[in-house]
């Protein structure tokens, strides 16, 4: 089992950061690929970013690429999505999950990761 506890979401205004924090436990944590995703009230949850076991890849969705970006410490058993130039249609509930894998690609397919978080509330203002 891995437990995933995400932090760092919060109300900002169009244009302005955050930066989103999810710690693991419980297994190795460079035995997993790590992504976040998001969803929005009434919206299916959708791929954000991944990153994978040694952080030499990453991935993004077209609505963020260039904007957001996905980090690990795997030292610290943690990694992270820093947003920038956030806009109202990022508002959603942003979710860290892990993908147990021996590839050293990360998945961007919802139903390949095994470990999900609580989830934490990003709200984009006007």
């Known amino acids: 089992q891995v437990q995933l506890v995400e932090s760092g979401g919060g109300l900002v205004q169009a244009g302005g950061s955050l930066r989103l924090s999810c710690a693991a436990s419980?297994?190795?944590?460079?035995?997993?690929?790590m992504g976040w995703f998001r969803q929005a009230p009434g919206k299916e949850r959708e791929f954000v970013g991944s990153?994978?076991?040694?952080?030499?890849?990453?991935y993004y969705a077209d609505s963020v690429k260039g904007r957001f970006t996905i980090s690990r410490d795997n030292a610290k058993n943690s990694v992270y999505l820093q947003m920038n130039s956030l806009k109202p249609e990022d508002t959603a509930v942003y979710y860290c999950a892990a993908e147990s894998t021996v590839s050293d690609y990360a998945a961007i397919d919802v139903d390949l990761y095994d470990y999900w978080g609580q989830g934490t509330h990003v709200t984009v203002s006007s």
């Open positions: 990153i994978n076991w040694s952080a030499g890849r990453t």
């Open positions: 419980g297994r190795t944590f460079t035995n997993y690929a």
